[in-house]
């Protein structure tokens, strides 16, 4: 079993950079995908990015992509994603997710943190 703790959210003006930090325990991490999602007050969950196992696959929501970059360690146990050039609409709580499929799908991920509120001002 993988559990999930997220760190490193906050209040930053807009243009600014935060980077979030997702720590796992658990002897299985090595071999699921993690992805992270984020979801905003009265809004659906939104896909922000994966990344394989192995580091070797990596995917991002359009609406990141050039800005927002997701990496791992596997012998640290964590996964980072560092936000850039933030946007007012990029306020949400981030949640991190691991799962045995790389997705872009919530469902697919069957563990999740408790998420970390990044609040971006304009």
């Known amino acids: 079993q993988v559990l999930l703790v997220e760190s490193g959210g906050g209040l930053v003006q807009a243009g600014g950079s935060l980077r979030l930090s997702c720590a796992a325990s658990g002897r299985t991490f090595n071999s699921v995908s993690m992805a992270w999602f984020r979801q905003a007050p009265g809004k659906e969950r939104e896909f922000v990015a994966s990344i394989a196992w192995t580091g070797g696959i990596i995917n991002y929501g359009d609406s990141v992509k050039g800005r927002f970059t997701i990496s791992r360690e596997n012998a640290k146990k964590t996964v980072d994603l560092q936000m850039n050039s933030l946007k007012p609409e990029d306020t949400a709580v981030y949640y991190c997710?691991?799962?045995?499929?790389?997705?872009?799908?919530?469902?697919?991920?069957?563990?999740w943190g408790r998420g970390t509120q990044v609040t971006v001002s304009s």
């Open positions: 997710a691991a799962g045995r499929a790389l997705s872009a799908v919530g469902h697919d991920y069957n563990i």
